[in-house]
């Protein structure tokens, strides 16, 4: 059984290879199978270049995030105190998620929206509390220091610089006997960090978490964790999960903070490769062209192999591989130079940015082994495609009016 099967399996390969010789002796024929290789070539290499692009600003941006957002915090639940000792205190909290594995240490944050003023005007801003030390993901070296510590964007906005001060304002009022009045705290400021980002938006105001919480009293109260080099965010997220209840606070990760933008990043790169692959289906009519002109060219031939009893089935397996031939050798050159022009480009950082509008100055080429897989996947399915549907046309060729036209 094994030996008639590979006899067949033989049999289709002489005929597809003698059928993909004699393309190169009709000039129409062979114009049209370069045309072909040409374009799976141009359609490969640019789905390649595209997606490898694209891969290479996600990966900067992606790391980006994952400096300048927390690595995971426990958003602590409104009826957690703080104060207090007990079994659902935020200490209790502390003591359960610092005993978790991958967990180095934790401290409590209060988040809250207020306003950083001045006399040269108003800047509304995002106000963090710190109890310990500056959060890892906030680029200042420093300790817990008794004032602000300000984004370079807003203190350049405002003119602030270190050893002056700025008055922090709450939306929340104080009751006093002459009626309500805003709360507001000069504090000096301690220290100017640069995130390096062009927005000044989303970076936060730093200032004790005392401060903070004389300011902002009903703000969110989140520990935001330090883990161990080697440690995974989200395994240590699962087995914390498990251990703190959900009215007790939730665990995010920073992919979970920043889910909405992950996929958007996800359907970027989705809607680039559909566009982009549509050279590749071009590529693919050309193919089922070149095809149908070598069946034409060959139809007597495949006539008298009908009559002589080659089943449909084999028929079909010869214009298959005869379209693998035609397919493979384009395919593979364009994923070998597209993947080889990405690597050159960002090596030598041919493509240049400007840096004040980017995050990188130039542009950025990453070439991803699951990206080669799915444009070599794609040129696969629609080449075969394309094969399938002159095979089934070989297959179903009456031999009769196959050798009567070949005479006639």
């Known amino acids: ?4 099967a590979s006899r067949a399996v033989g049999f289709v390969w002489h005929v597809a290879l003698r059928y993909f010789r004699s393309t190169r002796a009709d000039a ?27 891969s290479g600003f996600q990966n900067h941006l992606l790391r980006d995030l994952a400096l300048h957002t927390p690595a995971l915090q426990v958003e602590l639940g409104g009826r957690v105190d703080s104060a207090t000792g007990g079994v659902g205190s935020a200490a209790s909290i502390v003591d359960r998620v610092t ?32 109890e310990q030390a500056p959060p890892a993901w906030i680029p200042v070296e420093a300790a817990a220091v008794p004032g602000l510590i300000v984004p370079l964007q807003v203190a350049q906005r405002m003119g602030l ?19 309500p009045r805003p709360r507001v705290r000069t504090l000096p400021v301690a220290a100017i960090y640069d995130a390096e980002r062009a927005g000044y938006e989303d970076l936060p105001v730093l200032l004790p978490l005392e401060q903070a919480a004389a300011l902002f009293a009903g703000g969110d109260r989140r520990l935001d964790l330090t883990l161990a080099p080697a440690a995974d965010p989200e395994e240590v997220a699962a087995d914390l999960r498990a251990a703190i209840a959900p009215a007790e606070g939730s665990v995010a990760t920073w992919r979970q903070a920043n889910r909405a933008l992950l996929f958007v990043l996800r359907l970027e790169k989705g809607l680039v490769f559909s566009a982009v692959a549509l050279i590749v289906a071009v590529a693919a009519f050309a193919l089922l062209a070149s095809l149908s002109l070598v069946l034409s060219s060959k139809r007597s031939e495949v006539g008298v192999l009908a009559a002589m009893g080659v089943p449909p089935a084999r028929l079909r397996g010869i214009f298959l591989t005869l379209g693998v031939l ?72 009456d031999p009769v009016e196959a050798m009567r036209s070949a005479r006639t």
């Open 1 to 4: 059984m094994l030996r008639i």
């Open 28 to 54: 129409h024929i062979r114009v049209l199978s370069s045309l072909t290789a040409g374009g799976l070539a141009v359609g490969t290499a640019a789905l390649v270049l595209a997606l490898a692009a694209l």
């Open 99 to 130: 005993a978790a594995e991958g967990v180095v240490a934790a401290q409590e944050l209060l988040y809250a929206r207020g306003w950083l003023v001045d006399r040269r005007g108003v800047a509304a801003v995002e106000v963090v509390g710190y």
């Open 161 to 179: 610089t270190v050893g002056g001060s700025a008055r922090v304002a709450s939306p929340r009022s104080s009751l006093t006997p002459v009626g």
């Open 326 to 397: 035609l397919s493979v050798g384009g395919a593979g050159v364009g994923v070998l130079v597209g993947a080889g022009i990405a690597l050159l480009l960002d090596s030598f950082r041919v493509l240049s940015l400007p840096s004040d509008v980017y995050i990188v100055d130039y542009v950025p080429f990453l070439v991803r082994e699951e990206d080669l897989f799915v444009v070599a996947f794609s040129t696969i399915l629609f080449t075969g495609a394309a094969s399938l549907l002159s095979a089934r046309k070989a297959s179903r060729l």
